[in-house]
C-alpha cells in the first residue's frame, strides 16, 4: 500500500512540476548544471540496466523500450531544431521551432523522468533505485533555483541600494522577466520587483521604461493599470518611435483584456498606425472602467 501511495505521489510530483529556473545573465552555467543532471539522470538508467537489474523479462523489455522512444524523440527533436535554425527565416522559422522547444521541453521535464521513475518501478530495488532518482531531481533543481533567486536578489539590491535611480546591475530584467515564466517561477521576490519596474516606468530614461513595461507584462497585476496609463502619456522627443509609449500601451491591453502577448502586440501596432491618439484615448477610457 505505501509502495503504490508512493508511486502515485512521485507521479503526481512529476506532472506538476514545471521549468521554474531563467538564469538569463549566466547561460554557461545553466548549461553546465543542465547537463550535469542529464548525465546524473543517464548514469542512473545505466546502473540499473548493469547492476541493479529487473524484476522480470516483460520489466527489462519495457524498460528497454522506454530507453529506446526516449533517445530517439530527444534525437529526433534535437534535429529539427537544427534543420529548421538553418533552413528557416523570420518568424515562420521562430513559430517553428517555438513548436520543436515545447516538445523537447515535455520529452525533457515530463517523458524523460516519468519514464525513469517507472524504469525504477520495474527495477530489483525499487526504494534504492527511486530515492536516487528524486535525490539527483532534487538536487538540481535547488542548485538552479538557488542561483536564479541569487541573480535577481543581486539585481534588485543593486536598484534598492541606488535608491531607485539606476537600473543597470548586470540582468536584463526584461528579457529576465519573460524568460522566467512568472506563474511557475518559485521564490520570486514578486513585490521588491513590482516596486523597482514602477521605479523603472517613471524614469527620464524612455529606454528603461519600455523595458519596465515590457516586463510588467510578466507580472499580470492590474494594479499597475493607472501607472502605465501615466508612462503613455508622456511623450518623449528622443523616443522617435514611440516605443516605450507602445509598450506601455501594449502591456495595458495585455492586463485589461487577457489577450496574448503577441496578439495585443499586433492589435496595437495597428491601432497606432491608422490613429495614435485614438489608441491612447481607448485605453484610458478602459483603464478607468477595469478598476
Not at 523570420?90 to 521541453?105: E, K, P, T, V, W
Not at 543581486?154 to 522577466?177: C, P
Request: net charge positive; hydrophobic share 45%; proline share 2%.
Amino acid at each position: 500500500m505505501r509502495k503504490n501511495i508512493s508511486v502515485w505521489l512521485s507521479i503526481i510530483l512529476l506532472i506538476c512540476s514545471k521549468n521554474a529556473w531563467a538564469l538569463y545573465g549566466q547561460p554557461t552555467t545553466l548549461r553546465v548544471i543542465d547537463w550535469a543532471g542529464g548525465i546524473a539522470l543517464i548514469l542512473l538508467a545505466i546502473y540499473i540496466f548493469l547492476n541493479v537489474r529487473f524484476k522480470s523479462k516483460i520489466g527489462f523489455r519495457i524498460s528497454l523500450v522506454l530507453v529506446v522512444i526516449n533517445v530517439s524523440g530527444w534525437f529526433a527533436l534535437e534535429g529539427y531544431q537544427f534543420y529548421i535554425s538553418r533552413m528557416a527565416e523570420g518568424f515562420a522559422g521562430i513559430n517553428r521551432l517555438s513548436i520543436a522547444d515545447s516538445a523537447q521541453s515535455v520529452l525533457e521535464q515530463r517523458l524523460m523522468p516519468l519514464s525513469l521513475l517507472a524504469i525504477c518501478f520495474l527495477s530489483k530495488r525499487v526504494k534504492l533505485t527511486m530515492a536516487s532518482l528524486f535525490l539527483i531531481l532534487i538536487t538540481f533543481c535547488v542548485i538552479e533555483l538557488g542561483l536564479n533567486y541569487m541573480e535577481i536578489n543581486t539585481y534588485l539590491s543593486g536598484v534598492e541600494q541606488a535608491d531607485y535611480q539606476d537600473f543597470e546591475h548586470g540582468t536584463d530584467i526584461r528579457n529576465y522577466l519573460s524568460a522566467s515564466g512568472l506563474d511557475t517561477l518559485r521564490l520570486y521576490p514578486r513585490t521588491r520587483t513590482k516596486k523597482v519596474l514602477l521605479a523603472m516606468l517613471r524614469s527620464d530614461s524612455w529606454i528603461d521604461r519600455h523595458n519596465a513595461a515590457v516586463a510588467l507584462q510578466y507580472l499580470r497585476d492590474r494594479t499597475v493599470t493607472p501607472h502605465l496609463v501615466e508612462c503613455f502619456q508622456r511623450q518623449d522627443q528622443s523616443d522617435t518611435a514611440d516605443q516605450a509609449r507602445l509598450a506601455c500601451a501594449e502591456t495595458l491591453q495585455v492586463l485589461i483584456s487577457g489577450e496574448d502577448n503577441l496578439f495585443a502586440y499586433e492589435r496595437i501596432q495597428t491601432e497606432y498606425k491608422v490613429n495614435p491618439e485614438g489608441l491612447f484615448k481607448r485605453l484610458t477610457e478602459q483603464a478607468k472602467q477595469s478598476r
